[in-house]
């Protein structure tokens, strides 16, 4: 294997030693280089997933479903703006504008399969046809710029027929390149991949999408910066990844001591009838800490999903049954044995773990450490996008 360092920062593409021989790998790690959109990115990978599925030809609208099936989870659940939004709150990204608008025209869920997605985009592509090849204005000719320094002849950048033909004959006369382009328009303009190109790509495909997804992240990074966890925010996530049994055994010892009362209906919860949830989305925090959880009635779980319960009434509910909770941990040694078991998985918080489960706290200075922490988490994912859940007071 050999190593390529991009100028981008300390990541690098690796593949085979063999390919350096045949193939312009340095030209190949330009592709990404310099973006001024999030979707220079999902270009490339699109690319690659479809050679890994052995494809050869295909077309702009057939990269551009693809590009915008990777991008739906990270735009619609978790709200992710992959270039930013304009000072005038209006999105940048002409691929989130295409997620968007699918969104508007189908019914789609946000944790739509990729199946739905396509299909979905089959159904309105008359709708979504101007979006679409608006991402094809530059992107498709742009990646390839890396190789065109290997010619004397500068591109002719306002010519799509120019710039076709142009690419055609870097690939016949100086470079091979990944792919070629066809002489049809707008959507409809076939990729032709390069054979050798795509024996490399899928021979490379683990380290190659390693490779975009970093630089992805850090792009995506820069432009949500109150986003955490945002590595795991690409694709859709394993709901193994969920760690609440020891919080759940917590809360049914606190349940067996005391009453508590639901926050969002006032009524007592029911040992048999709640779940877990988080006050603040799971999707946006990507954890499961125990300062973000609470017992809640399970017939309100699926109204509540994937949006913020509005701040008043209902954090001070929230706060006050979090303070049952703590006050109980210290009173009955038992259940600080449960509390102590969610140290592993729910307890990483470090301002949670020394300031706000210390003992000897009254209520008023606990809902104080408890507000001050989760209000700008909370204030993030309204920025961010997370709707508001229809729910106006405790009934």
Sequence with gaps: MAEYYTSQGDNHLIVEQKYYNMLDIEGFSQMMKD????????????????????????????????????????VREFHIHLSGIQSDGMVRDGLERAVNLLSEYSSLPANASKVEIKNAIKEYNNELKAVKEQLTNMVPYRALSGFFSKSDEPADWGSVKRLTAYIKKINQMIVPLPYILGDSSKLKKEVYFNPDWVLMIQDNTVNILGWIQYEKVKWLQNN???????????????EKMRKLPHVRKLWEGILDVCEVRDVFTGKLVDEKQYDIDHFIPWSFVMNDELWNLMPMDSSLNSSKNNKLPKWEPFFEVFAGNQFIMYEKIYEKPELHKLFEACYRDNLH????????YTA????????????????PVYDSARRQGYEIWNRDKVQ
């Design 224 to 238: 949500n910066p109150e986003v955490p966890g945002l590595v795991y925010k690409l694709a859709p996530m394993d």
């Design 35 to 74: 973006p001024s959109y999030c979707y220079k990115f999902y270009w490339l990978e699109a690319i690659v997933h479809l050679i890994s599925e052995n494809v050869y030809q295909t077309t702009f609208d057939e990269i551009i479903d693809e590009m915008i099936s990777n991008a739906w989870y990270s």
């Design 360 to 375: 000897g706290k009254g209520k008023p200075e606990f809902c104080h450490i408890l507000e001050k922490n989760m209000q």
């Design 349 to 356: 918080s470090i301002w949670a773990v020394r300031e706000l």
